[in-house]
C-alpha cells in the first residue's frame, strides 16, 4: 500500500468522525492553503460542575401533640429551608488562544495533516484523535408533601371536620392512626373481616393502610423534602497572578444558588495557587534546549492546587496542570513530513502540552 493511500485512508475517517462526533477539524495541507497549517494553543479554563441539595421541613398542624397522642418526640416544629452542598467536580478544559495563532509551513506535495478542536487549538499530527464525550449529572426532582393540599382529611370523619378544638382533633386523629394500624395487623394475621381473596389484593390493601397511616402520621411529625440542582460555573485563572482566591458564588438558604456579589449567600470561595511553573527542557549536560526552527509550538504547562471551598471547609482541592502557568517549546517540523518515517503526536486540549509522540504505521 502506498503512503499516500495510508494518510488518505487516515484523513477519511477524521473527517468522517468529525461529521458524527462533531467535536473536531481536520485541515490538510494542499495548494489551497499554500502547505501552511494554522492553529492555536489552548488557554486553561476550569469547567466547575456543583451539585446542591435543598431541603424544605414542613411542621405538621398537630405537631405540639405528637409526644402526648403518639410518644412521638422528634418532630418538624417549625417550616424551614436549607441548602447544601454535596459535590464539586473541576474540569479543566482548553479554550484557544484567539489573539495568537501559530503557522505549520509545509512544502508541496506534503501528506501531513493536523487535528483541530472547533475553536482552532491543535489536538494531533497525523492522528485520528476524539475528544471525550462531557459529564453531566441530572439532578433530581422534590417528590410532594402530604401537607401541601392537607392529604390527612381524606381520612378523618364528620366529627373531626366540625370540632373546632385544636387538642380534641388531634386526639381523633391519633385514634384514626390507630384504627389503620389495627386493620393492618389484622390482615397480616388473616384475622380481617373481609380477607382479600389472594395476595394481590392483600399486598395493595396493605400499601393503601400504610400510606393512610404515614399521611395521617405526617400531620403531627411533618415532612422533609428534598431535591438536588446542579449548576455550572467557568473560572479562567490569570497567568499573572501566583495565588488567586475570589468569590465563585454564593449560596442562600432562601434561593439556593445567587451571584458572587449577592451578598444574601454565603460565599463560596475558589482558590488557585501556583505549585510549579513550566520550564524549558535540559539536554543531558543540564543546558536548556533550543528552540528548533519553524517549530511546531507546543506548550510545557505548570501545576497549580485548585481549591473550593466556604468559609469553614474544603469542598474540594485538586493540583492540575495550566497552559498559562507553563511555557512554549516547539517540536522539529520535519519528523511530520517524512515520506519514509513520519511521525505523529497528539497534545492535551486542555494544556497543549505533549500526550505521545510516536512513528505513523506505514505499510510498503
Known amino acids: 500500500m502506498k503512503l499516500q493511500r495510508v494518510f488518505l485512508i487516515c484523513l477519511a475517517l477524521i473527517i468522517n468522525l468529525g461529521v458524527f462526533a462533531q467535536q473536531t477539524k481536520v485541515l490538510n495541507a494542499d495548494k489551497h492553503n499554500e502547505y501552511g497549517l494554522v492553529y492555536s494553543l489552548p488557554i486553561t479554563m476550569l469547567d466547575i460542575e456543583v451539585v446542591a441539595q435543598r431541603t424544605i421541613l414542613k411542621a405538621g398542624p398537630y405537631n405540639k401533640y405528637a409526644k402526648k397522642y403518639l410518644g412521638i418526640s422528634n418532630v418538624i416544629a417549625e417550616d424551614s429551608e436549607a441548602w447544601e452542598i454535596k459535590s464539586v467536580r473541576v474540569t479543566p478544559k482548553g479554550v484557544a488562544d484567539a489573539e495568537t495563532q501559530y503557522l505549520m509551513q509545509l512544502k508541496p506535495g506534503a501528506l501531513t495533516f493536523i487535528s483541530l478542536t472547533e475553536d482552532g487549538s491543535l489536538l494531533a499530527i497525523n492522528k485520528e484523535v476524539t475528544l471525550p464525550s462531557e459529564e453531566v449529572t441530572l439532578p433530581t426532582e422534590m417528590l410532594p408533601s402530604s401537607l401541601d393540599n392537607n392529604e390527612y382529611l381524606q381520612y378523618v370523619n364528620e366529627d373531626f371536620l366540625v370540632s373546632q378544638s385544636s387538642a380534641k382533633r388531634a386526639q381523633m386523629l391519633a385514634e384514626s392512626i390507630m384504627e389503620v394500624r389495627n386493620a393492618k395487623i389484622a390482615l397480616s394475621r388473616g384475622t380481617a373481616e373481609a380477607m382479600p381473596t389472594d395476595g394481590k389484593q392483600l399486598e395493595i390493601m396493605l400499601a393503601s393502610l400504610a400510606h393512610q397511616e404515614q399521611t395521617m402520621t405526617d400531620a403531627f411529625v411533618g415532612t422533609e423534602q428534598t431535591e438536588t440542582v446542579v449548576r455550572k460555573f467557568s473560572f479562567m485563572p490569570s497567568a499573572e497572578n501566583n495565588s488567586q482566591k475570589q468569590v465563585l ?98 497534545f492535551d486540549p486542555a494544556t497543549g502540552a505533549i500526550l505521545d509522540v510516536g512513528r505513523v504505521e506505514v505499510s510498503q
Open 249 to 346: 458564588f454564593r449560596l442562600s438558604d432562601f434561593v439556593g444558588f445567587v451571584d458572587a456579589d449577592n451578598y444574601s449567600g454565603e460565599p463560596i470561595y475558589i482558590t488557585i495557587n501556583v505549585t510549579r511553573r513550566g520550564e524549558i527542557p535540559v539536554n543531558d549536560k543540564g543546558e536548556e534546549k533550543k528552540m528548533p526552527k519553524d517549530a511546531v509550538v507546543y506548550t510545557i504547562p505548570g501545576t497549580a492546587m485548585v481549591k473550593i471551598s466556604t468559609m469553614t471547609e474544603t469542598l474540594y482541592q485538586q493540583e492540575m496542570e495550566f497552559s498559562q502557568f507553563g511555557i512554549n517549546f516547539g517540536l522539529n517540523p520535519a519528523i511530520f513530513s517524512s515520506k519514509k518515517e513520519p511521525s505523529y503526536a497528539v
